[in-house]
Every structure is written in structure tokens, then in C-alpha cells.
């Protein structure tokens, strides 16, 4: 039997059929994840990468685990490097600080022990000092989709694995909005359960008091499967406490603030229309909307690095630090040494706990049965600009996050389409620690919602065919589910397609690959005889036209996809652009994209580029 292909969007719910037909096995998965890791090392995504080695033998204990009663059973997962796995260096970004832990933290224990594969560690803001991905002496982790522009931090490794198809999860952790940042800028689902409620045993603590442990999926459904298992109490853990998830149900009113909210950085425009299009989707909901006073919230995230908190961190590592100066990365030393100044004094705690007890109060008023929603960043910068000025741009990114741990709300993070080209958009639902199921049945509802209509950019102006062509995608992928479950050597059948712009890695459709069960096999080049031009189309795409004398060698990437899942993809094509045969530069010839030549005439000839990803700000 032939190995079914791997998306490179990994779910547990596609990996637990592959298995279960036989298609694959966890070794193949392992192997496509360390192949990866290693064509996108310069990422700096990993500390410690995943290697067959290291990772064998929780693959042989496999062994002795029921998949039917193991739920994550071969299902790999990556750990934020402040969190321990044993035999594995935990650095929290340090290689001074390193140590090598004896022990799982608890929630790695549960996973583990519930089938999940630990691969290594990741990058991350060090001491989980940062909301930008880029203060971190093992590079700064790029974002999955514009490498020019930030990951967000501090969970960012974990954040990129998962969007990069080296992980079907990952742990981070949340204190200010760690663990919803990263998975907003790279359009995942970042869920942040209530303090307590995951026990933190085994983590390097960056603000004790308010430190959550966190998971990045694709998927709310996964997010919530991590959850089932990572929850309750550890009688080893002063921090665990007793939050039990309640039946699903919605909440009785969603908060949307009633001030105009701020946007920043060098895409706000774009942001504020993608959150206009966000609270046009909630007003489809069915669910009562409350326009509220966000003041309560923003005054209380001030408190966050404007109050003693800061001292919470000197607290737990200012040993550290002044036994090892200049050792830490410039920017977080001097974040941290801020806790050490008089101000924070004990009289200035006391002052800040009853203040926020007061705003604790308010909150609880206003979110009684309710769900607050907020843009999860009012924007993102570039790591240059980053570079330029650290403390203002960090602080720009937590501006809708800092308040959630100090409330003692729950959070999840969720994708609510395109900005712009490759530029994600997210919105966060927080509601009351006991209230999870109130954010998790309305993150569905607006998920749900989105797939009925149109995302940003996905189409040529044709609302009507976008629609179809979503529903059309949900369906061919629970088609395509359907038949690796019953075809027997469904490989023998794939169609090799050659893609030449919106459709490869890392741009707006990919989404339709990753949906048709499409995988990618490998970077190509056409035959020196094509002309490629930049349709005048929103968004703008480019087109192949075939040359009877000159031309140039274009960029491609080959893809591979059943007949059953081709014969959509092509009705999902809109003219001038078609499906014919692509001449590659070694003579072969595969179907791809390719355009009529009339479409030339009102289109720029960016030939001279060699390919789509080289175009100046497409």
C-alpha cells in the first residue's frame, strides 16, 4: 500500500485516520517533520530541533499504548523552551541559564502519557520577556508567512512550527498575551485557558502569579482536545486550581467596545478594515451585541508593566542576572533590572492588588454571561522596525492582551481572515475564569461563520463564486478524509499540478491546496520559454503565457493532489487564467497554470523577476 501524502496543515483528526487506514505511520510523519525543520532552519524556529534520534524512543513506546484509548496517540507536538522535557536542555532562551530537567513539566507528563510526540524546543522572546518573536540570541523566529514582518512572541517557535506543517500543535506560555500574539500573526488558533486550570509545574516562570501554559493549533477542535487532557488539578503545583470546562452553550451578549479602537504600525488601515469586516461578522451571529466602555480593560493592562508586576520577574531571576552580567539580550536585561527600582515598593503592591481587585469587580459585572471581543493586535510591525525601537513596538502589541491575566478571564484567539496578502488577521473572545465554554462556543460560531463568506482577497470580485467555492472546499476535504479511509492505493491516481502564485506556500490560497488534501512535493523551474505578467486583478495574480521564440525560466512549485479533489480545483479557476501543460526546464511536462495571451495586453510584463516571490510588494 502507498503512504498517503502530508498536508502541511496537520491535524490530529487527519493524522488519527491516516493511521488507522494504514496510510501512514508515525515514523513517516516524524521524518517529513525533521525534513522540514531542516529546509526552513534558517527560520530559527528551533533550539533544540526535532532529529529521529532524539525522538525514537517515544515512538517505540508507541508500542505498548491502544490507540483507542490513547486520544493523541502519534500525534507530534513542540514545547516552548522555558517548559521541561526530560533529557532535553531548557534554556528559556539562555544558553548561560540552561539546564537539563530529570522530569516532564506536568502538562508535557499528560501529553505524553496520552500517546502525543514531544519533538523539541522552541524559540522563543527570552525569559518570555517580549510579545515580537525577535529578543532572542538564537535569531529571531520569522514569521510563518512575510519573513520581513514579526512572529510575535514570546511563544514565536511554537507559533511558526505549527503554521509551517512541523507540528500538529504546540505548547507555549501566556502572561501578557504570549500564547495570542504569535497566533494571530500567523493565522492559528491560540488558546489561553484560565489561570490555574493547566498546572505550570516544570515551567520557567516569567510572572509566577499570572503565567499560563498555552496551545497553538490549526484548529479550535484540536485546541480543545489538548485541552481535555492538559486540564486539572496538580497536588504538586501551588499554582493548580480546580476550573472545570462546562457543558457548551453560547453567551448571552458579545461586548464589542464602544470607543473607536486604535490601530498602529505600518498596516493599521488595513487592520481597522479587516476589524470592521471582523464585527460585521459577529452582527450575523444571532447573538445580542453590548457596545461597552473598554477603559475597565485597557486600565487595567496598564497596571501590567506600569505596576509591581515587573518585581515579580526581578523576583525570580535577579540571582541569575547579577551573578551573570551582560549575559541576557541587551533589551530584556534592562526590562528586567526595571523591576529592581524603588518604586516597587511594598506599599506600591498593595496599592496596585486593591485597584486591580476593584477593576476584578467591574469585570465580573460586565462579563456575567458574556464574551468580550477584541482585535488580538491592532497591528504588527517589521522585525526592522522592531530593531529600531524595541520597547515601543512591544508595547503596541499587547495592548488588547495585557488585561486578560490580571482579570483572571480565559481567552482564545482565533483567525478572522486577511489584513492583506499574506498578513493574517485575528480577533480574541475572553469571558470569566468559569466561563470557558462561553468563548468556545462562540469562537465556533464565528469560525463557522467565516467559512460562509468571502475572506479578503480570495477571489476575482465574485462573491456569489466565493462562497461556493468555500462550502465546495469543506466539502472535498471531508471527501478527501472520507476516501484515505477506503482507497487502497490512492497515490498510483495523484495529478502533479504546477503552481506559480497565490497558490504556493505561504500566500492567500493555499488554503485551497491545503483543503483539497494537496501536497506539496517541491520547488521547479519552467523551460526557458515563458512570459509571466502581473494581472490587474484584486488581488493581483500572475499569469504564465507560453513563447513561440524568447523568454525566461519561471519559479514554480509542484504539487500533487487526487483526480477527484484536481477536477474542483480546476472548476475554482477564473479566466484569463486555466489549467494546461506546463513545459518544466527538464523537458517533462505537468499540468499547471497557464493564461490566454490576450490578458497580456493590459497586464506588466514581470518577466525579468523570475517568478511571483520576487515581486516587489505584491
Not at 517589521?382 to 491575566?405: A, K
Amino acid at each position: 500500500m502507498k503512504k498517503a501524502a502530508i498536508p502541511l496543515q496537520l491535524t490530529v483528526g487527519w493524522l488519527r485516520e491516516s493511521y488507522a487506514s494504514g496510510l501512514l505511520t508515525p515514523e513517516d510523519v516524524i521524518a517529513e517533520i525533521v525534513q522540514r525543520s531542516i529546509s526552513d532552519a534558517g527560520m530559527n524556529i528551533w533550539i533544540t530541533p526535532p532529529s529521529m534520534a532524539s525522538i525514537k524512543p517515544y515512538l517505540e513506546r508507541l508500542a505498548g499504548l491502544d490507540p483507542a484509548d490513547a486520544p493523541l496517540w502519534g500525534i507530534p507536538f513542540a514545547i516552548k523552551d522555558n517548559i521541561d522535557v526530560a533529557g532535553v536542555p531548557t534554556t528559556a532562551g539562555c544558553e548561560t541559564f540552561a539546564y537539563t530537567p530529570q522530569e516532564h513539566a506536568s502538562v508535557v507528563e499528560r501529553l505524553v502519557a496520552a500517546g502525543a510526540i514531544p519533538l523539541g524546543k522552541t524559540n522563543l522572546d527570552q525569559f518570555a520577556t517580549g510579545l515580537v518573536g525577535t529578543r532572542s540570541p538564537y535569531g529571531e523566529a520569522h514569521n510563518s508567512l512575510r519573513p520581513e514582518l514579526i512572529s510575535g512572541g514570546s511563544s514565536s517557535g511554537s507559533a511558526v512550527a505549527v503554521a509551517r506543517g512541523q507540528a500538529v500543535f504546540s505548547l507555549g506560555t501566556d502572561t501578557a498575551g504570549s500564547g495570542r500574539v504569535p497566533a494571530a500573526l500567523n493565522g492559528l488558533v491560540g488558546y489561553k485557558p484560565s489561570l490555574g486550570s493547566w498546572p505550570v509545574k516544570g515551567v520557567v516562570p516569567a510572572c509566577a502569579s499570572l503565567d499560563c501554559v498555552t496551545v497553538f493549533a490549526n484548529s479550535l477542535e484540536d485546541a480543545l482536545v489538548v485541552d481535555s487532557i492538559a486540564r486539572g488539578i496538580d497536588e504538586n503545583d501551588p499554582w493548580s486550581r480546580y476550573v472545570p470546562r462546562q457543558e457548551a452553550g453560547l453567551p448571552a451578549k458579545i461586548c464589542l467596545p464602544k470607543q473607536p479602537v486604535d490601530f498602529y504600525g505600518p498596516f493599521a488601515e488595513k487592520y481597522e478594515d479587516a476589524w470592521q469586516a471582523a464585527v460585521k461578522r459577529i452582527e450575523q451571529l444571532n447573538i445580542p451585541i453590548a457596545y461597552v466602555d473598554y477603559e475597565l480593560f485597557s486600565d487595567a493592562a496598564a497596571i501590567l508593566y506600569d505596576g509591581p508586576w515587573v518585581a515579580e520577574r526581578w523576583a525570580d531571576l535577579k540571582d541569575f542576572i547579577e551573578a551573570n552580567p551582560e549575559v541576557t539580550f541587551p533589551v530584556t536585561e534592562q526590562i528586567l533590572r526595571s523591576g529592581a527600582a524603588a518604586r516597587h515598593d511594598a506599599t506600591s503592591v498593595f496599592s496596585a492588588l486593591h485597584k486591580l481587585q476593584a477593576y476584578k469587580l467591574e469585570a465580573r459585572k460586565l462579563l456575567q454571561d458574556a464574551v468580550l471581543v477584541m482585535p488580538t493586535c491592532g497591528g504588527t510591525w517589521t522585525r526592522e522596525q522592531v530593531r529600531q525601537d524595541p520597547i515601543r513596538t512591544n508595547s503596541d502589541m499587547g495592548r488588547y492582551t495585557n488585561h486578560c491575566n490580571l482579570l483572571d478571564l480565559c481567552a482564545v484567539a482565533v483567525p478572522a481572515g486577511l489584513a492583506d496578502e499574506r498578513l493574517p488577521f485575528g480577533i480574541t473572545l475572553f469571558a470569566l475564569a468559569e466561563n470557558e465554554h462561553l468563548i468556545n462556543e462562540a469562537a465556533r460560531s464565528f469560525v463557522n461563520e467565516g467559512e460562509r463568506t468571502v475572506e479578503a482577497g480570495n477571489a476575482a470580485g465574485n462573491e456569489n463564486a466565493q462562497a461556493v467555492v468555500d462550502d465546495t472546499l469543506a466539502l472535498t476535504a471531508q471527501t478527501s478524509a472520507n476516501e484515505i479511509g477506503a482507497a487502497s492505493d490512492p497515490v498510483e491516481e495523484m495529478i502533479v499540478v504546477a503552481v506559480c502564485g497565490l497558490h504556493m506556500r505561504g500566500y492567500p490560497l493555499e488554503k485551497q491546496m491545503n483543503g483539497l488534501h494537496a501536497r506539496f512535493i517541491r520547488e521547479a523551474r519552467s523551460a526557458p520559454r515563458y512570459k509571466l505578467v502581473k494581472l490587474p486583478t484584486t488581488p493581483a495574480k500572475p499569469g504564465m503565457i507560453k513563447q513561440l521564440q524568447g523568454g525566461a525560466s519561471i519559479e514554480l512549485e509542484l504539487w500533487e493532489m487526487s483526480p477527484a479533489a484536481f477536477g474542483t480545483f480546476t472548476s475554482l479557476i477564473p479566466a484569463p487564467l486555466g489549467i494546461g501543460k506546463v513545459e518544466l526546464n527538464d523537458g517533462s511536462e505537468v499540468s499547471g497554470f497557464v493564461c490566454e495571451a490576450y490578458a497580456a495586453a493590459n497586464a506588466e510584463d514581470i518577466t525579468a523577476y523570475g517568478g511571483w516571490r520576487h515581486i516587489p510588494q505584491v
